[in-house]
């Protein structure tokens, strides 16, 4: 039976993050379902410079993600279709990952709003009890909005925070290099194996990079 990740993008900045996860994703040999928000497309469009269309959803996408999709094992759902498959329970799924994750998309996951197809989709990850990450960008953040996290968290989400580190590049990172680092995160989050960012093998200095959180003194 196929059980894919679904993989929902919302409209916050940041949709490089949503592109190494997909790309990750595809290159360990999972299957994907893909939802994209409506201002989310607005989003992609800005950072981008391409649309990302229904009728047009895998040229778009193979244009976003600069590569061919012949083969990809991907489905796309439009974020109006709450009759998706996504949206029930009973429709396998291996978890959920929104990257982004708008203060907004958030919020709606957390109250249970299902506004859209992503939202939904999020809720029934969640009340199935599936691996559904989270990854905000949007900074800073006002008290609602850490609230609403808390809930997520307490529902059974990992909350993953857009956070890059620098190690092993440190100040001469590139941005491909920091969206990658974040992008590892979500895969390590849910079980996906890659080789998007180093790993600390216990040497500073080392060529696999630095500590998870950097080096740490009493100092």
């Not at 196929?2 to 993008?9: E, F």
């Not at 981008?48 to 193979?62: E, I, M, Q, V, Y």
Request: glycine share 12%; hydrophobic share 45%; proline share 8%.
């Amino acid at each position: 039976m196929r059980t894919p990740w679904v993989v929902g993008v919302s409209g916050a900045s940041g949709t490089p993050y949503a592109a190494s996860v997909l790309r990750g994703l595809l290159d360990a040999g999972e299957p994907v379902d893909l939802v994209v928000s409506r201002a989310a497309r607005l989003t992609i469009l800005d950072e981008t410079g391409s649309p990302l269309r229904d009728g047009h959803w895998k040229d778009d996408l193979a244009r976003w993600l600069g590569r061919d999709l012949a083969g990809a094992d991907l489905l796309f759902w439009p974020a109006g279709d709450l009759a998706a498959g996504p949206s029930s329970g009973s429709y396998p799924a291996r978890g959920m990952v929104v990257v982004p994750a708008s203060t907004a998309a958030c919020a709606g996951i957390a109250l249970g709003l299902s506004k859209d197809l992503l939202q939904r989709a999020a809720e029934v990850n969640l009340k199935e009890r599936r691996p559904t990450v989270l990854v905000p960008r949007e900074t800073p953040v006002t008290r609602s909005h850490l609230l609403h996290l808390l809930e997520l968290d307490a529902a059974g989400a990992v909350v993953l925070p857009a956070s890059p580190g620098f190690y092993g590049a440190g100040a001469t990172a590139t941005a491909a290099q920091l969206v990658d680092f974040v992008a590892g995160k979500i895969l390590d989050a849910i079980g996906v194996s890659h080789d998007l960012s180093p790993r600390w093998t216990g040497v500073i200095g080392g060529t696999s990079g630095g500590p998870p959180s950097g080096p740490h003194t009493d100092d």
